[in-house]
């Protein structure tokens, strides 16, 4: 017989989730104060000592989760032409509305079960993995460009701006993870890349490395301008060359936009990377999901031939596109920015 002591358990715990949710964000946003107001002498040379990095991960996790938690709104509202502000959140099956303590990040959907507790319809675990991503990419960011400066108090406790300025780069380049998350679940699913996501971001990312690089050296104005004209016209000359070789354009300018937006963030000198790596897993992707499709007979969720991807935005296929498969070439070029990302566009020179 099963022990029933865990299902007893859940509405406690769904009770006790407000009250986190109220307790972390306030902490976080205290951090540095709590910081500065320690003792003199708990650390090196009497500032303040260090902040345990276990914590500072958590708070890391939390804020990047409630990003990425928004970013489940851009991917369900953007493609069906809805506001990201109103109206509230509901259920999409009984139009119930969520009370904001049933859409906290991760912990609301696990003290839920996956359903709506209204009708109990299933939610799409899309929405944790989402938020999943957006932790990680908290805490990967902030050891990156956070706890080099918190781990030492000396450095930022008589200059406080310091550690403002890190985490002003957290939350310019977390802006950036949620957008590459938005954008492939809205490419894979939808077929295109809206505007009103892409172009956002990069108003973000331009003015973000404006106005950060005075306190942040390793951020390039110069380098945001030109990376994102030069991922501009990268996608457009091979949409020009698509045109004069098959008749049609090889991809589309939702991408065009996208590689403005990755080369704002990261610079011109990763395009060259995000353009190989995207090009390569999206062929070894494609060539998978064909096999797959060849092998069971089955259709497969990620190619689509190109006279179906014609009726689906109505228009008219091309002479001769019979036979070929379209792919959305979106989430690659997210990947590979991710991947530039995580390792940095040095190591991937130092290694080309």
């Known amino acids: 017989m099963c022990d029933a002591r865990p299902a007893r358990a859940l509405p406690a715990l769904a009770r006790a989730l407000p009250a986190l949710a109220r307790a972390l964000p306030a902490l976080a946003l205290a951090l540095p104060a709590l910081a500065l107001a320690a003792p003199d002498g708990e650390g090196a040379g009497g500032a303040p000592p260090p902040l345990s990095p276990a914590l500072a991960a958590l708070f890391a996790a939390v804020w990047g989760a409630s990003l990425a938690s928004f970013g ?33 990040p991760i912990l609301s959907y696990l003290a839920l079960r996956g359903r709506c507790a209204g009708c109990r319809a299933p939610i799409s675990p899309r929405y944790a993995l989402v938020e999943l991503a957006g932790a990680a990419w908290g805490v990967a960011l902030g050891a990156r460009w956070v706890w080099p400066v918190l781990s030492e108090p000396a450095l930022w406790a008589p200059e406080p701006w310091r550690l403002w300025a890190a985490a002003g780069v957290w939350a310019w380049q977390m802006s950036f993870a949620v957008a590459l998350i938005a954008v492939t679940f809205i490419d ?38 030109a990376g994102a004209a ?11 060359i698509g045109e004069l070789l098959y008749g049609r354009e090889a991809m589309g300018l939702g991408d065009a936009k996208l590689l403005a937006v990755i080369g704002a963030f990261l610079g011109w000198e990763a395009l ?52 070929r498969v379209a792919l959305p070439f979106g989430p690659f070029l997210c990947l590979a920015a991710f991947e530039v990302l995580a390792v940095g566009e040095e190591v991937m020179w130092s290694l080309g």
């Not at 709104?73 to 009370?99: E, N, T, Y």
């Not at 809206?194 to 380098?223: H, K, M, N, Q, R």
């Not at 790596?277 to 060539?287: C, T, V, Y």
Request: overall charge negative; proline content about 9%; glycine content about 10%.
């Open 230 to 240: 030069l991922g501009y016209a990268l996608v457009v000359t091979l949409r020009v």
């Open 272 to 323: 060259p990377f995000v353009l190989l790596l995207g090009a390569l897993q999206g062929l070894l992707a494609a060539g998978a999901a064909l096999l797959y499709t060849r092998l069971t007979g089955r259709p497969n969720a990620l190619t689509l031939p190109e006279e179906e991807l014609d009726a689906y935005f109505g228009e008219e296929s091309p002479e001769g596109a019979r036979g």
């Open 188 to 225: 894979l699913e939808h077929l295109f890349i809206p505007d009103e996501l892409s172009l956002p971001a990069l108003l973000i990312g331009v003015w973000g490395a404006f106005t950060l690089a005075e306190w942040e050296p390793a951020l390039s104005p110069l380098g945001s301008l």
């Open 72 to 104: 489940n709104v851009l991917i369900h509202r953007l493609p069906l032409g809805m506001s990201v502000v109103a109206p509230r959140s509901s259920c999409p099956r009984c139009g119930r509305l969520i009370p904001w303590r049933e859409n906290l």
